[in-house]
Structure formats: C-alpha cells, structure tokens
C-alpha cells in the first residue's frame, strides 16, 4: 500500500481513539480513499489487516456505504441532491444540466477525465435548494443556471490545471 | 407575526460572530459547565427532566427519562453518543449548530457527561458535513487546550473525551442502535429491543445515551436558566423551543426557531414564509422530516384534547394547528425533526411520493424482511407509474404494502417508509386512480421529481 | 445412567392452552412444546438471535395489574385475569418465557404479519421450484403453503443477483434465492469459527458473498447447506442428483473420530446419496463435520472387496470360513480387532479370541483434534473395545508387540478384523511369515498378502452400536444393503468362532445383546433397542485412569 507519510500518521493516531479496533474501519477508509482516490481490493485487505478483521468485514462496509467507491471517478465530483425538498424546487433539471455541460451521465466519468455527476440523498441543506455539493464545498440555490455558471467555472479550473 | 425566540440559534448567520472559542467565551460561553461541574450530577437530571425537554431528533423522547433508564449499576463505562448524522428530508438546524456554534454543542456534551458519568463521547457526524467534521475537531482541540475537554476539566477531577467519527451517506445511521452499530464498525443494522436498549446493551455493550445536537444545547440552556424556567417556556409537554427548518414551495424558506407550540402551521407559512410562490395556492405539507404523514390543505380536525388538566375541544382547519409534538400527533402526524417540507398545487402528489419511495428504498439496511422487500417494492410500484403503466388500483395496492411494513419491523425505518404511502393514498388517493389520464394531460415542462 | 440437572419451570398461556417451559425458554421453543407451530426462517437453536425475518411475529399479552395496588384486573367477561394484549405484534424468538406472558398464534393479526412476510419474501425469489435442489425441504415452499395468501400481487421486475457461485469447493450458492436471514454468516462466524461469509450492498440488493479470492472452506461449510431454509446455499455433490422426497432416512453415526456425531443417511434403492447431521444436543448439536459427510463414497469404490477368496482364489463364504477355521485350529493364532468395529462386532472378536486362546490387538489412530467434532482419536469405538474387555490398554499406533511375536516366530495365523496390518507397521516380510485371515471392506496391502479373504460390510449396511468419547452408546443403522458378494459380519465372526472350536454365539442382533447384557457389566440392563436415539451413557469409571487422547471439541471436556 503506497500511502502517503501523513496518511498512515492519522491512521495510527486514529486507531487508539476507540477500545475496539474494529470502530476505525470507518475513520481508516476515509482516510485511505482520500489519499487514493478510491478503495482498492488492496487497500480492503491492508486495512483488514491492521484491525485485524477478515477482508470480508471490510467489503462488507465500502459496498453498504455510497460514500465509498471501489473505483476511481473524475477529478471533480459534482454531488447532487434528488430528495423530495430540491426536488420540487427543480434538482432533476440541475443535474440535466451538468450532465449536458460536460456530455456525461450519472455514475460515470466524463470523457474528458474531469467530472463524475451523481444524485446523492439529503443533504441537510433544503431550505436553500437545489443544493449540490462539487468535492467538500456546498453550493446552494444551485438552479439550471447557476449550474452553468459552476460548470464553466469547473471547466476554467481544469484549464489552469492543465 | 409570531415572534421567533432565538435561544439554540441565537448566534447563527450572526454578522461577526465566529465558531472558534474566543468567540464564544466573549458571549458567555462555558460559564453553565463551570456551574455544572461544581454541583452534583443528580440534581443535573433532575434539572433536565423538570424541564420535560423532548428529543429533538425526531422521536420526541423525554430527554430527563432516557437518563433516568441508564444502568448505573453494571459497572461497564458508560458512553455518550451524539447523533450528528442529520439525515431526515426537510431537517437542516444540526448543520448550523456544527459548522457555526460548535462550542454551544460542545459545552452541552460536557454537562450531560458531566451529569451521567460518562468518561468517553463521540460525536457521529454525516459523512457529507466533512467541513463540519474539521470544524468539530479544531472546537474540542480548543476546548481540550482550555481544559473545558479531556483529563481533569476545570481543575476538577472529572474529565471526558469527545472523539469525532465520520459516517459515509447512510441514512440508518440515524438510527440510535444502527449508529451504534456503525460506530462499533460493523454495517449498521439497527438492533432487536428488548433485549438490546442502548441504555443498558449500546456502545460494546456497555450503558450508552444517544442524544440528538439540538437537544444536547438545550440541556446546556436549561442548566444555565434551570428546568422549573426552562418548563415556562413553549407550551405543556412540550417545553423550550424548537428549530422549525421549512424547504419547498414557499416564498421565505429558511430556519426558524420558536417556543414550542407557540406558532401555528398557518402563522409559519403564510406569515413568517411569506405564503406561496406567486400565482400557487398551497397543496400539502409535510411537518416533520419525510417520514411524517403528510397533511392536505383544506383538512379539518375536531376532537377533545388535554390542556394541563382539562379536556378540551378543538376543532381546526389545517393552518390552525399549532407546530407542537402533541398537536401533530392528535391530528395524525408527528412532530418530528421538525422538517416542514411545503407542497403547493403544481405538485402531482403520485410523482412527489416517488421521489420519497426512491429515497426509503434507497436508505433500508435491508436486515428485516418488511421494510427491506416492502420499501423497494412501494418505489417500484411508484415508478411503473410515473414511467410506465399506472393502474387505477395502484394505490391500493401501495396502501396495502405499506400496511404490511409498519409496526413489523425493527426498527422505526419500517413506520418512516410506510407512512408517506399511507397518507398520501389515503389523503390523495383521486390522484393515485387517474394518475394515468392526468400524466397524459400534464403540460410538457411539469416539473421532473423522480 | 446419568441424569441431567432439572430446570426451573415457569408457566405461559399459549392460545389459551397454560404450558409450564424452562426458565429462559424462547417463545418459539415454547410453542413447539405445546404443539404449537411458530414459523420462522432466521432462528436457530444453536445460533445467535437477530429477529430479522420477522415470520415469528405472534401477538403478546401480560396480565393486567392495577398499578397502585398491584392487584390484578379481572375481566368480568370470563371471571379470569384480564390480558392487555400489545397493539404491536412481537417476535417469539426474541421473547423469553416470563411468568404470566400470554401468546397468540392464531389471531388475525398474526395470520397478516405472516401473510406479509411470506409475499415479501416471495416478490424477488425466483420461481426455481422445478429446478431447486431445495424442494421438498424447503422452509419458503412449506412456511408458503401453511401461511402465505396463496397468490401473488407483484408485478414489477425482479432483482437480478449473481445466481451459480461456487462459494467454495463444496459448496454453491444461489444469491437470487437467498432471504438474507443471515444463519449461514453467523454459523460460520460463531461455531466453525471462520469469519469468511458477508452481506454487501444494502437493502433489497443486499447480496451473500464470500471476499473475492477468499473460499468458504473450512470443513464445516456444508452445515450452512444443512441450515439454508431456501435453495441459496446447496450442496455441489448432490446438486441436481436426487430429489429429496425419493430419500428413505436411517440413522447413523459418525465413523470418523470419536466423537460420533449422529448423522442420518439418505439412499434411495440401495444407493447412498448424502449424509446430513442429526440433533443430538449432548454430542454435536446440529452439526457435522465435511470430512464426515463424503465417506459414503466408499461404499461404491473400485476397491471394494466383491467374493471371498482362498488363497486368491474367488470361493463362497462358508468355503472361505472353513478354510479359515483350519488355519485357526493349528493355534498360534493371534487376534487383531478393530476400534472401527461396532460394540457388537468387538464381543464376537472377544468370543473368537477366547476360542482361539490369544488376547486381542487394537491399532490406534490418534491424529489432531479439531476442537470442535473432529476428535483426536480417529477410531470411533476404543471405548467399546475397553467396554466388551476385547482390550485392556489404549492401543498402540503401531503392532509392535505383534510385530516382535511373528519375528520371535509365536505367531503362525492373524485374524484381522478390519485392520490393514501393514499400515500399521508389519512389514511385507512378517506378513509372509504368517497366514493371514483378513475380514473387510476394501483392498489395501493386508488383503492381498491374505489367504483368506471374507468381504465384510461398512457402517452404512449393517447395524450395530459404537461407544464416543462420552462413553455415551450410540446406535447405527442399515441403510443400504451390502454388495452380493459380502456377508454380514456377525455371521463371519460367528461362523469363525465356531469354525475355531470355540461356542458359536448368536449371529442376530437380539439374540447377540442377550448374551452381551449378561457377560458384559455395562451393558447389563440394556438391549440394543432400548438405547434411545440420543444414545445413553454408560460408567467410564473403571477406565477413568487411562490416558485418552482426546482434548476438548463441542460437548466434551477430558477429565482433569
């Protein structure tokens, strides 16, 4: 496992928080899909290893939680919300509308490497929605035309970037 | 206009007002612990239970009894667990507390660990407040740095750690034992009560409570102003205030924070949200989270009800019933986390519960045959009918599974699926049997829900 | 005898029947006592509760008690205690027996929970019924039938799951058949002790796995086939083999080890088709062992003995006996039994022993226990050796003694009961100093340096009894008949006592006991068909000093 000095740092200090080792598996696969991306069959089995579980236990959480993913998706993850309140304030059309932006559908990675656009489920945030989260930022009031703004604004970043 | 009482919210979106601990020192802050620490733990509970403050999380328990059931006597530690995982539609109060008055929640923890023995807190946060999770992180750090956290508060004996701990987007996480679950690090599947009451069997086993951010600051506010005050506040059995988080159709949605009881539903939504958006009349509204039943304007309600000691008539139309636990129950709702999601007439009601059987069958852990094969039955049924064929006899049929899922399952996930089913079919049910005639002539830029 | 300890008793009120069930008894438990059925897929005697079918829904009552004075509330109705009934259904597998506590399975509330959790259960389960080894045994098709609706409302599309994974060697599973009752996770998790299975994904797509690249094992893997209420979990050796209401049932026992498991062996017209576990709460719960389960293949093995033989000649039973009882009479004979003989089979070799004036050898196999059903010795009955007085000592791994006496040229014939001498360390060379009488299964190296050659039966044709590790007598039954050319092996021990010179004892079973019961002390007050089918347990007081292998596995502490 090819994790950064600082990563196993936090997943030492984190460990001892907790008098069963078991109760970091959470913290430990934030931790290792922030510093990879995603959660590899070998990330499953190393943490398995340092909580001394079987990888089965681990398996078992990263496919229970949408949080987690087994694969990598684009640089930006444009997170939005379809339940009932940004719903009827029109989320179904937002995210038409980054899909449209970047030529893409839920759940995949664009073809430019730049985006992966999913529904997500409350995000405690209704009474400023449609609210959409892009990597740890929240945006609210994002309706089909602020979602045009945020896109091109995207799509400049990955311009500085490049 | 009915007053607003900001006591939990005085501070949020406050111009200079900033979530670190100068900040909330300079307004007073940490002067109820030191209070606390210095008196005994017993006359904390019994503070918290003269002031009848109920759970704000969305189950309206009395906060003062759940201490009492603790088992003191097994001599295992006893856990504080915060439930931060503020996932209920419609509910978004926990998320201003986090992110800009960490330390009001902070102090709150304190007292009631304080109060209850509990050597060790953790605070269950949603995976998606991740900036909320450093926020939390840098408050105990102060704290801790202050010896307001940690070995030996206050030059006392006493002392208390408070650990953060990330979930990653499960809605059962809210749940007071599949959080516990999912703490413990195993998938979070809610547990079979008796035998295992977080009070007696939670955290490893051990006597947890597992208290709710909005009602741990309150626990703090009536330490500060003790119980017998804190009572006089709101309205009987239904003490304090509570934060009222209204989303959906109408002009001013937002927070807003009053004495429980002392605002009607009409009052918070024509006079304090601004009524409907231009050209709409109000449809249905839902009071308390998603998994409240849902309320149909227009609705009437008579019956007798108790007021202190009395039995007294009531006979209300829809905006007259007052946003209180009581109230909303005895008309056949719940009070709830206080989520008020607002419905108005462009709303097709079929398309509206898709979107809300989407997120159940979404959401069940999927450990108990009900909920697990129920939920995602209701949503396909759902489904077929926005995008397929609609029979007159869906909504039924969907009424039906839903009778089949509530008060059979595990946990409450059962009710929470069951009930939108129910009330909107039994509220809304012309809509449910010409649903196919009317999504032939439904104008082509109606709104997508699901 | 042994007696167990008794318990306390409490009394509960089931569908109006009062029943009196030991403390801490679960609703489900109770039921059954009464002759009550409460359906359930996710409950298991032996596992731990998770109450996460909820098919035992059943309504609640407790007698009602005035609060203040705790007098109880009548109800003028019937004169008796009022019942406040729950609105709330509750599960009996959760619910303990407590004095007072009433329960109702027959209530139109319980006939709708269980209505609804059988068309729950049934809206994804795919229609495999024709093609489901499952069928006939299976707890979906039975709990449907007994308290379903009887027809179906779901007409949206099934989930589709992964449906013919090989979980492991032996064992297939079939996700889309699976109810998610969890008994197979927690089986492996608590008693075989190998944390290998899961649920992923969530919800209705919630799917039984094993982590990619990981098997599932371990030698009791085929107990979660045993305990899969539905078709998910099946066995790859009896897939699609037989259909079970063709299987006739005969109880037996474990060969494999000491422990004597109880097993029940289901054939069809002479054919073995499978073993699975039988209850026995003192000796191996509901489980078994893998290892256990596949030795009916070698009732049908190539190198099954099919004639008796003379000199590797092919000859008849009563020609082979003869020719052995000559090399029997000539003396110098020595005897070597088995402790995979049965009880019965280790007196007669006693008899033969006594008639041919030697004292009898034993080949020990002691090997590493599993501490669980798999013990350290690996002969099922030295116990019942010691018990009949074929053997006074433990037995060695290796004939030694035996060995020495060839060499010293004491010994001119060997009677072998079952034992391949030369595995058990008589070389190629002290056979041929001998003549050999081999009676057996299988070939092996014993029965080719044999002169006499009489083909016996396995433990799956013939009756009998073994004593385990417990010292507990256990019964096994013929559940198929032997090969045309093998005879019973009382009838051989018999024919060869008398052949021997010696009083030819009874060959039948009845008879047989008679006779043990009166010579042999621990057997004193039984008969074969008196022992019951839990097996009883005898006094292992006079062995008590002997230094038995064996350690602790389920059900058994070695004495101190």
């Known amino acids: 496992m090819n994790l950064k000095p600082e990563t196993l740092q936090q997943i030492d200090a984190v460990i001892p928080r907790y008098p069963v080792k078991r109760s970091a598996a959470l913290p430990l696969l934030h931790l290792v899909q922030e510093d990879q991306g995603y959660i590899s069959p070998e990330a499953i089995e190393w943490i398995a290893r340092k909580l001394e579980l079987e990888p089965i236990n681990i398996y078992e959480l990263v496919t229970f939680y949408p949080m987690f993913r087994q694969k990598p998706i684009g640089r930006r993850h444009i997170k939005v919300c379809r339940t009932l309140s940004c719903a009827l304030l029109g989320a179904y059309h937002t995210c038409a509308e980054f899909e449209k932006h970047f030529n893409t559908y839920r759940g995949e990675v664009s073809p430019d490497g730049e985006v992966t656009i999913e529904f997500v489920e409350c995000l405690a945030s209704c009474g400023t929605g449609p609210v959409v989260m892009i990597d740890e930022q929240l945006h609210e009031k994002v309706d089909p035309a602020r979602a045009c703004e945020l896109a091109v604004k995207l799509k400049a970043e990955s311009a500085q970037r490049a | 206009m009915p007053e607003q009482r900001r006591l939990i919210f005085q501070h949020i979106d406050e111009p200079g007002y900033s979530n670190d601990l100068a900040c909330y020192l300079r307004s007073g802050g940490y002067e109820t612990l030191k209070k606390a620490v210095a008196r005994k733990p017993e006359e904390l509970i019994d503070e918290v239970k003269k002031s009848g403050l109920r759970g704000r999380g969305g189950a309206g328990f009395p906060c003062g009894v759940k201490w009492t059931l603790l088992d003191r006597k097994s001599g295992k530690p006893i856990y504080l667990v915060v439930n931060a995982d503020e996932s209920e539609p419609g509910t978004f109060k926990d998320r201003y507390i986090i992110h800009q008055d960490p330390h009001q929640m902070i102090e709150g923890i304190m007292i009631t660990c304080f109060a209850n023995n509990v050597k060790q807190a953790y605070i269950y946060i949603r995976g998606e407040f991740p900036e909320g999770a450093r926020i939390l992180e840098r408050a105990i750090a102060e704290a801790r740095a202050a010896n307001l956290v940690g070995p030996g508060i206050l030059g006392t004996a006493y002392g208390c750690e408070i650990y953060v701990h990330r979930g990653a987007g499960a809605y059962i996480c809210g749940e007071e034992t599949g959080l516990i679950e999912s703490l413990e690090g195993k998938r979070p599947y809610p547990r079979i009560k008796p035998p295992y009451f977080p009070a007696v069997l939670g955290l490893y086993q051990c006597p947890t409570i597992v208290n709710n951010v909005e009602t741990l600051c309150h626990v703090k506010h009536i330490v500060a102003m003790g119980g017998e005050a804190y009572a006089k506040i709101g309205t009987p059995n239904n003490t304090g205030t509570r934060i009222l988080c209204v989303s959906g159709h109408v002009q001013r949605p937002g927070y807003y924070e009053f004495e429980v009881g002392k605002v009607t ?26 998994s409240a039943k849902v309320l149909k304007f227009g609705e009437r309600y008579k019956g007798k009800r108790k007021v202190g000691v009395e039995m007294v008539d009531y006979d209300w139309g829809l905006e007259d019933v007052p946003m209180d636990f009581d109230s909303l129950a005895l008309i056949g709702s719940m009070g709830g986390s206080g989520g008020v999601i607002v419905m108005d007439d462009s709303v097709n009601m079929v398309e509206a519960l898709a979107n809300i059987n989407a997120f159940y069958a979404h959401e069940s852990c999927g450990q108990c045959t009900p909920c697990r094969e129920g939920s995602l039955w209701m949503k396909k049924i759902t489904g077929r009918m926005v995008h397929g064929d609609a029979r007159p006899e869906d909504g039924a049929l969907l009424k039906s599974v839903a009778d089949q899922i509530a008060g059979r399952t595990i946990c409450a996930f059962g009710e929470a699926c069951a009930w939108p089913t129910q009330s909107f079919v039994q509220k809304f049910g012309d809509e449910f049997k010409g649903y196919a005639a009317a999504k032939k002539a439904a104008a082509p830029d109606a709104i997508e829900l699901v | 005898m042994i007696a167990p300890p008794q318990p306390e008793l409490i009394t509960v009120n089931i569908d109006g029947r009062p029943i009196a069930v030991p403390k801490g008894t679960n609703v489900i ?12 897929y996710c409950y298991h005697p032996k596992l731990s509760i998770v109450g996460n079918c909820r098919m035992c829904l059943v309504e609640m009552g407790m007698p009602a008690v005035d609060p203040a004075t705790k007098t109880p509330v009548m109800d003028p109705a019937t004169g008796k205690q009022k019942i406040n009934w729950m609105p709330r259904p509750t599960i009996g597998c959760a619910t303990n027996a407590s004095p007072g506590l009433h329960i109702r399975t027959t209530s139109p509330m319980v006939k709708e929970c269980r209505e609804g959790v059988m068309e729950f259960l049934l809206i994804n389960h795919p229609l495999d019924c024709p093609i489901c080894d499952q069928a006939g045994e299976c707890k979906l098709q039975e709990q449907a039938t ?5 027809y179906s409302r779901f007409i949206e599309d099934k989930n589709v799951k992964p449906k013919r994974t090989q979980l492991g060697s032996r064992v297939t599973l079939d996700d889309e058949r699976c109810i998610l009752c969890s008994r197979c996770i927690r089986f492996c998790k608590e008693v075989a002790k190998d944390d290998v299975l899961g649920f992923t994904d969530r919800g209705s797509h919630s799917t039984l796995t094993c982590y990619p690249g990981k098997k599932l094992e371990n030698n009791y893997s085929l107990n979660t086939v045993d305990i899969c ?18 299987l006739k049932q005969t109880d037996s026992i474990d060969a494999e080890s000491s422990v004597g498991a109880n097993t029940v062996v289901w054939s069809r017209e002479g054919v073995i088709y499978r073993i699975t576990p039988r209850q026995n709460d003192a000796v191996n719960d509901t489980w078994m062992a893998d290892s256990g389960r596949i030795l009916y293949q070698a009732v049908r093995s190539p190198e099954r003995l099919a004639e008796p033989t003379v000199d590797g000649v092919a000859s008849t039973p009563d020609m082979a006996v003869n020719a052995a009882g000559k090399l029997l009479v000539a003396g110098a004979t020595a005897v070597v039994g088995s402790g995979r003989s049965s009880v019965e089979e280790q007196f007669l070799t006693k008899r033969l022993a006594d008639a041919v004036g030697a004292s009898a050898h034993l080949v020990g196999r002691v090997g590493e226990g599993d501490r669980l059903l798999i013990s350290a010795d690996r002969n099922p009955n030295v116990r019942g050796a010691l018990v009949v007085g074929l053997i006074k000592e433990l037995p060695p791994a290796r004939l030694d003694g035996l060995a020495a006496a060839i060499d010293a040229g004491q010994v001119k014939t060997v009677v072998s009961v079952g034992e391949d001498l030369a595995a058990a360390g008589l070389t190629a060379a002290q056979l041929a100093k001998v003549s050999v009488i081999f009676l057996g299964t299988h070939r092996n190296a014993t029965s080719a340096a044999a002169r006499v050659v009489l083909p016996g039966l396995t433990v799956f044709e013939k009756n009998g009894s073994f004593v385990n590790q417990q010292f507990r007598i256990q019964r096994f039954a013929a559940a198929v008949p032997g090969p045309a050319g093998a005879t019973d092996d009382f009838q051989l021990l018999a024919k060869l006592t008398a052949a021997a010179g010696g009083a030819a004892p009874a060959a039948d079973l009845r008879s047989l006991w008679s006779l043990m019961a009166a010579a042999v002390p621990a057997l004193v007050t039984l008969r074969h068909h008196t022992i019951p089918d839990t097996g009883l347990l005898l006094d292992g007081t006079p062995w008590a000093g002997l230094a038995f292998a064996e350690r602790e596995t389920l059900h058994y502490q070695p004495a101190k």
Do not use: N
């Not at chain 3, 007994?146 to 009887?150: D, L």
């Open chain 2, 265 to 290: 539903l009409g009052q918070l939504l024509h006079e304090v949200c601004g009524g409907p958006r231009p050209g709409r009349k109000f449809k249905a509204v839902i009071p308390g989270g998603s």
């Open chain 3, 229 to 246: 209420p539905v078709g998910a979990l099946t066995s790859t050796d009896f897939r699609f083999k037989m259909r079970v209401w063709f």
């Open chain 3, 146 to 150: 007994g308290y379903g609706r009887g």
């Open chain 3, 29 to 40: 438990e109770a039921a059954k006592l009464a002759g009550v059925d409460v359906p359930h």
